[in-house]
């Protein structure tokens, strides 16, 4: 089943202790892209990548870090989490870019940070 | 300035009733323009993309306005199931920043 598997569903840790949400498709989609959903913000975007080792900071990036070193799976890397950064996370992917293409998204990761 | 906006609602409306709703966006030189469907703490899923000429789905009908910037989103025969969060999403081109823009999305809830 084609799909977009981000692990884990939810996530709650501590100030300061490192922690990665993971992001994995089966498409073979070259676009991936994470977002954050906050009360009354929508979805803003964190960082997105149109390909193999190629990343971009999207709207949010401050306190993430993301790699693709394949094609299949995009990382959030939250080196050193605060509360403001309890959120909602959801991680995307899109055949070629995302302009007039169908995005694919995990079921979301629920991060608490106390 | 990049942006779009959509009235937050709710929209309460009766079973079976026709609910429309409306997504203004900034820049004139958008690309792409599509409607998700979220439901509460769930990933949004594309309902339909929408096309200069308008298009309909089943119960959906999708239209873009150029000249005013703004699309519709029109729901005829209303069911229970269309209780959701509608996204309206704009794509001005390209990845990240500048390109894919949601909206904060419009709240439908369908009252037997």
């Known amino acids: 089943e084609a799909q977009v598997t981000q692990n884990p569903r939810y996530l709650i840790t501590v100030t300061g202790k490192k922690l990665t949400v993971t992001c994995s498709q089966n498409m073979n989609h070259e676009y991936m892209s994470w977002y954050r959903q906050d009360p009354g913000l929508g979805l803003r975007q964190i960082y997105y990548?149109?390909?193999?080792?190629?990343?971009d900071k999207g709207d949010v990036p401050e306190g993430y870090k993301v790699s693709r070193k394949e094609k299949r799976n995009f990382p959030l890397i939250l080196e050193s989490p605060s509360p403001n950064q309890t959120s909602l996370y959801f991680c995307?992917?899109?055949?070629?870019?995302?302009?007039?293409?169908?995005?694919?998204f995990g079921s979301g990761t629920q991060l608490s940070v106390l | 300035r990049k942006e779009v906006e959509q009235d937050p609602g709710p929209f309460n409306v009766p079973e079976g009733a026709t609910v429309a709703f409306n997504c203004t966006y900034s820049n004139s030189a958008s690309q792409s323009f599509f409607w998700y469907r979220q439901d509460c703490r769930k990933e949004p899923k594309l309902l339909m993309s929408v096309y200069s000429s308008g298009n309909e789905d089943g119960r959906f009908t999708a239209q873009l306005n150029r000249a005013s910037q703004y699309i519709s989103l029109l729901i005829r025969d209303s069911k229970l199931s269309d209780s959701a969060t509608y996204l309206c999403?704009?794509?001005w081109g390209g990845g990240g920043a500048d390109g894919l823009t949601f909206g904060k999305g419009t709240h439908l809830i369908i009252q037997p």
């Open positions: 995307a992917s899109s055949p070629a870019g995302a302009a007039n293409e169908k995005l694919f």
């Open positions: 999403v704009v794509n």
């Open positions: 990548s149109m390909n193999v080792e190629v990343t």
